[in-house]
């Protein structure tokens, strides 16, 4: 007899499932299903729908829709038959939430099943309601739920307790419907039914005061009824690894926590027993830890005698020790909640605590870590800082963050020193740049900027830390910045606290320009590196910065050699004049190195080559590293000539960067007619690095009109003899030229 | 209180899951893939709780799991749960569903998915513990199944008889009966699937 698809089992459904090898087919196997059940349903066969509906919510499980169903579920549900109901209140759970409309629908099932007789319907309605329903559902229902505290049944009474939970928690006006009938629960000899009465009372103290009030009246009989589970045990059957029912102990001690606390009556009535059950309680299985761990808790949270929290932080203490993880992290957890409260008693754990935060499991260091940072104070920050430090560099990522922080500020609150906390914060920059907040870069800059004493020595310890690893951003960051401020000091000499550092300008120089040409360097990084290179512009010279800005010549276009000549050589003098004593050997240095870099001409006071743009001296200054003398001159090259369209190259190398030519390129235009959209391209050997920086304009006016220019910067590593390849593109006359063409005759001094 | 309770492989393919708070169902994919993912990065000898996890992982909420030789049971709750207490929850809960199907295994999970909400729903009401007598859930479950199996009374009917045939010990009955001249063939019974 092959039975049809549509009175398909549910487990021939599921055997043909797992037989589909892809995901498609088991999508196909489910469609035609799906299909068959739609059609079951408009057919309306009520004998087979609850078959239908378990196999619809069983494709549901797996992630497949099944909103079609959910008229079923009130169908079944109003069905007469248990079978009907029970996967008709399943399906209720899981279809009809409190977010779909038909959900209402259900209301009035639900009340005629809860006052029929049969305890298993009404367990169902019971188990819906207090799982799904919404605010309106169980103000309608309350009284319906408050009655059923009263029945015969224990199932039917434990269930509808639990409801009311639910009900108060939805609609906190009918806590009291639900107080009264708690006094008489209290007296429950059932288990289940006195654990769901404890959880509602503990639910209307946490709700109300003057339910609190109320029950703190009942304090007597609660700790009555935890000493008998405690002694002799009110049944067998609840008993899990030899302690009776823990989970109506740990119910108990959690609500006498809530009853006792700022309370000293009720305090006093619970501890003896608590005394009692913090001595007696077996440890060596898990059952046992729980209640033990409970009363705790409890003890340390009401108004106890000194003596017995005392016992209770110790007991926690002995549990850091216990080889069974779980417990090392109940452990962990209730030091953490006792930190505040009990400080002191917390402290004297602080070594096992720091142990823990070289557990291998990730659970347990973060606790660790949590309670490490909350007991640093003053007296122990120094060794717990290095302990923290130690952990955030093996540490896993998810938790550097927190560690690096909370380091950070730990340090803020307690540093001993100013030394002590520059050098923390540097090392925990080193170790864990990329985790820290992003207003580490400001304190650390605002904290070595406010203490003068140690200038000398931050921009030491963080040249040597960026000279290592230019990598970690905020580190980097601050290192420029410092370096900008302090360079002078860097440079000076030897400072006591740190190791003997002779620097030279051209490194310092060197390793601001590899910052600020590291793919690795984020653009403010770079703006950071930029800022400190002009402000050694000016400390490296000694000079303030409105000789700067008064230096910068006025280049008059088609003046003269020799004014030009005249005019520089003043004002070099003005410069040497001016440089104050110290500073002078700074500045012979400079022309030292321009002495070499000149040719057999040895005169280091040429002015710069020529230039026809008004901004050329100014492109001249900003380029460079540090204030010009004038760079030694390299003669100007005439690389292209067509129909009145002239490209000149100038060169530039920068003192104290003997890898670095800066070339400008300018065109002129001589002719009638305009160039337009003129681009220059240009390519060098593989060895080389060019960066093209955007031209001046794509027009280059004719007769003689303002001219264009583009910089070419050229980083020659290997000092590979310079090769240069040049491609315009541009519309004059009317027609669009492409000339592609290698410079020759480059000068030696390009590369050399 | 509980916020969810989840069964899945060694896999991450999930064999069952109740939610106790009413998240989407896409939320509630997430939350199990995300779940699987935490859970199975676990050494063995490491402790049963977690936390973390965006979705489920609230300040308050922690994850409790134990690993059952292919399973993963996974309870997710807040702060008001004792740790140690849902430790020995998800035991009591595993040596029940081990009473109701007999020495349970993941293909029992599979196969009888639909039982096992209303073994829980004996366990955990709302997201609160309810019972955790075993004997009593157990006694339960089992006055339930009766209730159903007597309800299928009529309907059941032919189904039960043919499930009675099939089970009858039928003696080797004789293809030819000789009584006297008459020869009376009897035909195969036809057999039933």
Redesign the interface.
């Known amino acids: 007899?092959?039975a049809s698809s549509s009175s398909l089992k549910?487990?021939d459904l599921?055997?043909e499932i797992?037989e589909a090898k892809t995901q498609a087919q088991e999508r196909e196997v489910i469609q035609k299903e799906c299909a068959h059940i739609r059609a079951s349903f408009r057919d309306g066969d009520p004998?087979h729908r609850h078959r239908q509906l378990?196999k619809l919510?069983?494709v549901h499980?797996l992630?497949y829709p099944a909103h079609f169903g959910q008229m079923e579920c009130l169908k079944l549900i109003a069905s007469p038959?248990?079978?009907d109901k029970?996967v008709g209140y399943?399906g209720a759970m899981l279809l009809l939430?409190?977010?779909q409309d038909a959900h209402l629908l259900i209301t009035n099932s639900i009340k005629n099943d809860l006052s029929q007789g049969i305890q298993?319907v009404q367990?169902l309605a019971?188990?819906t309601l207090?799982?799904?329903g919404s605010a309106e559902m169980c103000r309608d229902l309350a009284t319906e739920v408050e009655k059923l505290l009263l029945q015969p049944s224990a199932?039917v009474r434990?269930?509808a307790v639990?409801?009311a939970?639910?009900m108060i928690r939805k609609v906190p006006e009918l806590s009291n419907i639900f107080l009264p009938p708690c006094a008489q629960l209290l007296h429950e000899h059932h288990?289940?039914v006195l654990?769901?009465t404890i959880?509602l009372i503990t639910e209307l103290c946490e709700r109300s005061p003057a339910a609190l009030k109320h029950f703190r009246k009942m304090v007597p009989q609660l700790v009555h009824i935890l000493r008998t589970l405690v002694t002799t045990g009110y049944s067998t059957?609840?008993s899990?690894s030899g302690v009776s029912?823990?989970?109506l102990q740990?119910q108990i001690l959690r609500l006498l926590r809530i009853l006792g606390r700022n309370h000293e009556e009720s305090s006093e009535t619970m501890n003896d027993l608590l005394a009692q059950v913090a001595t007696n309680t077996d440890t060596s299985r898990?059952?046992g830890?729980?209640v033990l761990?409970?009363t705790v808790l409890t003890i340390m949270d009401i108004r106890s005698a000194a003596g017995l929290r005392v016992l209770a932080v110790n007991i926690l203490g002995r549990f850091l020790l216990n080889s069974d993880?779980?417990i090392?992290?109940?452990a962990l957890?209730s030091l953490l909640r006792l930190v505040q409260s009990d400080h002191s008693a917390v402290q004297r754990h602080r070594p096992t605590v720091v142990e823990c935060l070289r557990e291998?499991?990730?659970?347990?260091s973060?606790r660790a870590l949590e309670l490490s940072l909350a007991l640093v104070n003053s007296s122990n920050v120094r060794a717990m800082t290095q302990e923290l430090q130690g952990f955030l560099e093996s540490c896993p990522p998810?938790l550097q963050a927190d560690c690096a922080s909370g380091i950070l500020l730990a340090a803020e609150r307690f540093a001993p020193t100013k030394r002590w906390h520059i050098d923390t914060t540097l090392r925990v920059l080193m170790t864990a740049g990329t985790h820290v907040r992003d207003d580490a870069v400001a304190n650390l800059t605002q904290l070595i900027g406010g203490a003068q004493e140690l200038h000398a020595y931050s921009v030491r310890r963080l040249y040597s830390a960026l000279a290592e690893d230019i990598s970690q951003q905020p580190l980097v960051q601050v290192a420029a910045w410092c370096i900008g401020e302090y360079g002078d000091l860097l440079l000076e000499g030897s400072c006591e606290e740190t190791e003997p550092l002779q620097v030279e300008e051209e490194e310092v120089l060197a390793l601001l320009e590899r910052v600020l040409q590291s793919h690795m360097s984020l653009p403010a990084t770079r703006g950071y590196a930029l800022t400190a290179l002009m402000k050694l512009s000016t400390r490296l010279r000694g000079d303030n910065k409105a000789a700067i800005l008064e230096k910068i010549p006025l280049v008059e276009r088609g003046g003269s050699q020799a004014d030009e000549e005249a005019k520089e050589s003043k004002e070099t003098a003005q410069l040497s004049e001016a440089a104050p004593v110290p500073t002078e050997p700074q500045a012979s240095k400079l022309l030292d190195l321009l002495d070499l870099l000149d040719g057999p001409s040895g005169d280091a006071q040429h002015p710069p080559p020529l230039d026809p743009t008004p901004g050329g001296a100014l492109i001249h200054l900003l380029n460079l590293p540090c204030a010009p003398p004038p760079p030694a001159p390299i003669p100007n090259l005439k690389v292209f000539e067509r129909e009145g369209l002239q490209l000149n190259l100038s060169f530039v190398r920068p003192p104290g960067t003997r890898t670095l030519l800066l070339i400008t390129v300018t065109a002129t235009n001589t002719s009638g007619g305009d160039v337009t959209h003129f681009i220059c391209q240009a390519a060098v050997p593989k060895s080389f690095q060019l960066q093209l920086q955007a031209p001046s304009g794509d027009t280059v006016p004719a007769q003689g009109g303002l001219p264009t220019t583009q910089l070419l910067r050229i980083l020659n590593p290997k000092k590979a003899p310079l090769r240069l390849k040049l491609r315009l593109t541009y519309n004059h006359f009317g027609q669009s030229v492409q000339e592609i063409f290698e410079v020759n005759n480059l000068p030696v001094e390009t590369w050399q | 209180m509980i916020k969810a309770i989840l069964i899945f492989n060694n896999h991450g393919k999930p064999r069952f899951s109740k939610f106790y708070q009413p998240y989407s169902e896409d939320t509630q994919w997430q939350i199990i893939r995300e779940t699987f993912h935490l859970v199975s990065k676990r050494d063995e000898n490491v402790c049963n709780f977690l936390e973390g996890g965006l979705l489920i992982g609230e300040s308050d909420n922690k994850l409790i799991y134990r690993h059952y030789a292919t399973l993963y049971f996974v309870f997710c709750v807040d702060s008001s749960e004792s740790e140690l207490g849902i430790l020995d929850l998800i035991q009591v809960f595993v040596k029940t569903l081990d009473k109701c199907f007999e020495n349970i295994c993941e293909l029992d999970l599979i196969f009888h998915v639909d039982k096992v909400p209303n073994i829980l729903a004996e366990m955990v009401m709302g997201g609160m513990v309810l019972e955790t007598n075993m004997n009593e859930i157990v006694t339960q479950i089992d006055a339930q199944n009766k209730l159903e199996k007597s309800e299928a009374g009529l309907v059941g009917a032919p189904a039960r008889a043919v499930s009675a045939v099939k089970n009858m010990n039928l003696p080797e009955i004789p293809r030819n009966i000789n009584i006297g001249d008459i020869s009376i063939k009897v035909p195969n019974l036809p057999s039933f699937k």
């Open positions: 007899m092959v549910l487990q599921i055997q797992r004998l378990a919510l069983y499980m992630g038959r248990f079978t029970r399943l939430d409190e977010r298993a367990g019971l188990c207090s799982a799904t199932y434990k269930k639990l409801t939970v639910h288990h289940g654990l769901g959880m059957e609840h899990i029912d823990p989970f740990v898990n059952a830890n729980a761990f409970e993880r779980n090392r992290y109940v957890t291998p499991d990730g659970s347990l973060r998810d």
